[in-house]
């Protein structure tokens, strides 16, 4: 079967990605106060204590609390 793969990229490569890849969801893990100090472009915030439960939501209820359709199986997810 598939493995699963965790890549480290660098600010260079993840910004060609976000300009080219699809589909592609870019995941802001930090608190939402830490979100004082900037955002990510094009990510949306999902705070790491969170991600379990946030991806265990039915599609609408991940589009209704995050903005976004729920990533499909295959969509690549950046974790910033």
Do not use: C, W, Y
């Given at each position: 079967g598939k493995e699963d793969k965790i890549a480290i990229i660098d600010k260079a490569s993840l910004a060609q990605r976000l300009e080219h890849a699809d589909p592609l969801m870019f995941i802001d893990v930090r608190e939402p106060s830490e979100l004082l100090h900037g955002k990510f472009p094009?990510?949306?915030?999902?705070?790491?204590?969170?991600?379990?439960?946030?991806?265990?939501?039915?599609p609408g209820e991940f589009r209704k609390e995050f903005g976004v359709e729920k990533p499909l199986p295959e969509t690549e997810i950046v974790f910033a």
């Amino acid at each position: 079967g598939k493995e699963d793969k965790i890549a480290i990229i660098d600010k260079a490569s993840l910004a060609q990605r976000l300009e080219h890849a699809d589909p592609l969801m870019f995941i802001d893990v930090r608190e939402p106060s830490e979100l004082l100090h900037g955002k990510f472009p094009k990510a949306i915030n999902i705070p790491l204590g969170q991600l379990n439960r946030a991806f265990g939501l039915r599609p609408g209820e991940f589009r209704k609390e995050f903005g976004v359709e729920k990533p499909l199986p295959e969509t690549e997810i950046v974790f910033a």
